[in-house]
């Protein structure tokens, strides 16, 4: 049987969201697998923006309860972190106890990605902890995101391939998310 994989990721607010979806859809399938993405939902009409939200998050759940593992692009989008869609599809799956894989094209971990948010004004306090200007915590654990995600992941065998794309490929580099891929088949067989 062939195992379906729910492909997570900001790719769908690319411009070429469309040519990205399908580059990933393909490889998935040439590995075995059976994509299953966001950017092939078909949205049911709606009446309001409010009604057409629900319903791509409808939608989008009931891909994910049909999927039996995801991997998630986890590449910084719009801010120093994942996405919070993705995150959340993250999330979901770990609560469904569903296999979680997942990607990054940034190199840089979490507590890097805050300094340099503030010119590198981070500093540790008398206790060791790190904080930011305001003197709120960073997490400083070395992972490639929020310690929910990273560690949420690895906890369930799953991995988080760290990539290093280059800044005018963040989300269409595929080099990650190819290795990132052939871990989910070796596990999922």
């Known amino acids: 049987m062939t195992k379906k994989v729910y492909l997570a990721g900001p790719e769908v607010f690319l411009p ?7 580059r990933k859809a393909a490889l998935a399938r040439e590995a075995g697998l059976l994509p299953l993405s966001p950017g092939d939902l078909e949205i049911p009409h709606t009446n309001s923006k409010r009604e057409r939200a629900a319903a791509i998050n409808a939608v989008d759940e009931k ?7 995801i991997i998630a692009n ?21 609560a469904s106890g569903k296999p979680v894989f997942a990607y990054t094209n940034v190199a840089r971990d979490h507590s890097g990605r805050v300094s340099d948010l ?12 790190l904080r930011d200007p305001n003197g709120i915590a960073v997490e400083d654990f070395g992972l490639a995101d929020n310690l929910m995600l990273h560690a949420g992941i690895e906890r369930r065998g799953g991995v988080l391939i ?9 989300y269409t580099d595929l080099a990650a998310f190819k290795t990132c891929l052939a871990v989910a088949v070796e596990k999922l067989r």
């Open 16 to 22: 070429n969201a469309r040519e990205i979806l399908d």
């Open 63 to 69: 891909m994910m309860i049909q999927a039996d593992a």
């Open 74 to 94: 986890l590449t910084p989008f719009r801010g120093i972190a994942a996405d919070t869609g993705t995150a959340f599809e993250l999330g979901f799956m770990c």
């Open 118 to 129: 503030y010119g590198g004004a981070v500093a540790y306090d008398a206790e060791g902890r």
């Open 162 to 170: 760290i990539g290093d794309a280059a800044r005018d490929a963040l």
